[in-house]
């Protein structure tokens, strides 16, 4: 099988890895097309000690279901978190936090930069017809972006700043504006000329510590911040003035995927014109390093 | 005016303290009891850089109120949060958090250990008469504890654990447990033993980087760490672990004094048995240097 190989900090395209096997109650999923996220790009730089195939965000077309063949065929999305269903945390209900989990391109699973990856059944979603894989493609960073409205309420009036218009940032956005919100996006430097101290809400796509301060300074008292995007090590943080002023931080992961395939679905949330290219397989590598570039938006690849 | 003056790091009875005076609306309170927080001792240390009479949990009587001559001789408590009614912050509701505050024996305005203070009347609440003094000087405490209930949702079958087991720490055990919660009070040691990732909610009241570590060790995935104290200076946070495990941070600070009187008068609340000593306001630096030895529960200072 022919995918993105990462190890040691180092991207190959190789034709030799082992074709993934569906283990019980898995399938074997053909990529159609996949994205390109900053946790990818994280992971070329050690963020977690991943060697293996990259890439969670994808479309594909289910290849092979032993014991239930009627998904062969199928048009389908995936959540990440393979989980194994038995662990507290599985039995609470947690499933996208079981402790034992494996996680597609970023943790003991190989990913989406291949022809082929393997997933449980449980975890893929039938795209509909309608829904080209350009748009299903955003299904699973558009769930990570749905996942802050399942955590923090968020309403018309409510003061909302997105800080990081990069292309979490652009998606987060989107994903607020049908609550009626007062939304603001803004990078490090508008941010550094807003009004300290008056977002109700302020969610930080910038994954770094400058970004974490800026929230600091624009939230109001007893406000929310949302960590939205994971951290490049250690961010240290003065915890006295998140008592003094009775701040909340919300850590936001991964999100619901039938919601977001709703939001494509029905047209509420657009996502075409956040595409800022499209590679194949055997690209990929020039594909990352287009991502990492200052202000890019979502990079495509094609296996 | 006699009372305890803080400053540069160094307390001192002094008996030439200028009188209080009631500002518009506010009331001169002649001081029955006070007790000594941590707060208090985190000001001798440079925590803020108050210079005055430090001091905030109080019972006292209404000396002088001009204008509203009818508080005078009521026994009172009051709200350490002296607000302005009109910045943005007051306008929306949020007066403990008004920009323009003055903080009792903490920030701009002289505190309760002395013989009288000043207060807004707005800030006061009579105590019912079956109250003894001795219960009321919690109120203060008492408040800051049931704060958490307002912020978090606790009951029964939430498992809480309230990291470190001072004065603040069993004050908000028994402020959780009418809840119904399965309630679990630790301090280090203890902690590093429990099972990690278990807890629900996890209140630290600790005040230092360590307690926090624990209480991130201590807390399950999606679960709620409350900082219930103020910390001393820098803790280094790592804050990946805070969107992996989706927890939520939420700072805690003054809270609810009808609910504490309520729950003090019903004697749903017991205090008495916290008090470790009781000082005449002339050996107030003597009450200040019992309550920072390890494990010293509530101490009292009578002017």
Chains 1, 2 share one sequence.
């Not at 022919?2 to 900090?9: A, D, P, S, T, V």
């Not at 050690?46 to 965000?57: D, I, K, R, S």
């Not at 998904?71 to 999305?77: E, K, L, Q, S, Y």
């Not at 995007?229 to 006295?240: I, V």
Request: overall charge neutral; glycine content about 12%.
């Amino acid at each position: 099988v022919r995918g993105l190989w990462l190890e040691g900090g180092r991207l190959a395209v190789r034709d030799d890895l082992p074709e993934p096997e569906a283990g019980p109650g898995e399938a074997v999923v053909r990529v159609r097309l996949a994205g390109v996220c900053g946790t990818d790009l994280e992971l070329v730089h050690g963020y977690y000690p991943f060697a293996g195939v990259p890439g969670h965000e994808f479309v594909g077309e289910v290849a092979a279901a032993p014991g239930a063949e009627d998904w062969v065929g199928r048009r389908v999305v995936g959540e990440i978190n393979a989980a194994c269903g038995s662990c507290p945390t599985c039995v609470r209900g947690d499933r996208t936090h079981c402790e034992r989990r494996t996680v597609l391109g970023i943790k003991d699973r190989h990913g989406a930069f291949a022809e082929r990856l393997a997933l449980p059944l449980a975890n893929l979603h039938p795209v509909p017809e309608g829904l080209p894989d350009e748009a299903a493609v955003f299904v699973e960073p558009l769930a990570a972006a749905l996942r802050i409205q399942e955590q923090v309420r968020i309403g018309p009036g409510d003061r909302v700043l997105v800080l990081g218009p990069g292309r979490l940032g652009r998606l987060v956005a989107r994903s607020l504006a049908p609550s009626g919100c007062t939304l603001e996006v803004a990078g490090r430097r508008e941010a550094a000329a807003l009004a300290p101290r008056s977002a109700d809400v302020v969610v930080d796509c910038t994954g770094s510590p400058q970004g974490l301060a800026l929230a600091r300074r624009a939230v109001r008292p007893r406000g929310t911040v949302v960590l939205k995007s994971t951290y490049h090590g250690e961010a240290a943080l003065n915890l006295s003035p998140v008592v003094v002023d009775e701040l909340t931080l919300v850590g936001s992961r991964c999100g619901p995927f039938p919601a977001a395939l709703a939001a494509l679905a029905e047209g509420r949330v657009a996502v075409r014109d956040l595409i800022a290219g499209r590679y194949p397989l055997v690209e990929a590598p020039a594909a990352f390093a287009h991502a990492a570039g200052p202000g890019v938006l979502k990079i495509l690849v094609e296996p």
